[in-house]
Structure formats: structure tokens, C-alpha cells
């Protein structure tokens, strides 16, 4: 079963044996920057206001294909053309 977790170069061996990785498992790390961090930080915040709507009956259900065909058009308008 894959896991999730979340931690620093520092304490990475730390955070991995208290999830009970152990050495015989592959692990795979993403190493973000500031700014990568920042991003996932505010999708997250984003991901969680929208769950709180849709708990407090704010909010319908959400069209996952034109939410991610919008996202598409908006990334390719914002890259220059090659």
C-alpha cells in the first residue's frame, strides 16, 4: 500500500522508519522549491474551501473534465507559443 509522506531532507529518515518504511520498499521523493511549495500550499488551501462548500451545501458537484480542460486553456494561454 502506498503511503504519503511529507517531510524535510533533514528528518526524512526519521518521518520514513515512524511510517514503518522499511528497507526493502521503494521510495520514491520529490524535492520542491520555495515557489513549488507556495503552489501546492495554496492548491491545498483552494482544495479545502471547496470541501468546506460542498459540506455546507455551498457548492454542487464539480465537472471534472471542463474543470481540467479550463485549466489547460488558461495554462496554454499564459505560454508562449512554440
Given at each position: 500500500m ?19 518504511v ?60 512554440a
Amino acid at each position: 500500500m502506498s503511503k504519503t509522506i511529507e517531510s524535510t531532507v533533514e528528518k526524512l529518515p526519521q518521518d520514513l522508519a515512524m511510517a514503518g518504511v522499511v528497507s526493502n520498499q521503494h521510495v520514491f521523493v520529490t524535492v520542491l522549491d520555495e515557489d513549488e511549495l507556495a503552489k501546492l500550499e495554496a492548491l491545498r488551501a483552494d482544495l479545502q474551501v471547496g470541501l468546506n462548500d460542498l459540506d455546507a451545501g455551498r457548492a454542487g458537484p464539480l465537472d471534472i473534465e471542463t474543470f481540467i480542460a479550463e485549466l489547460h486553456e488558461k495554462h496554454a494561454a499564459k505560454s508562449p507559443a512554440a
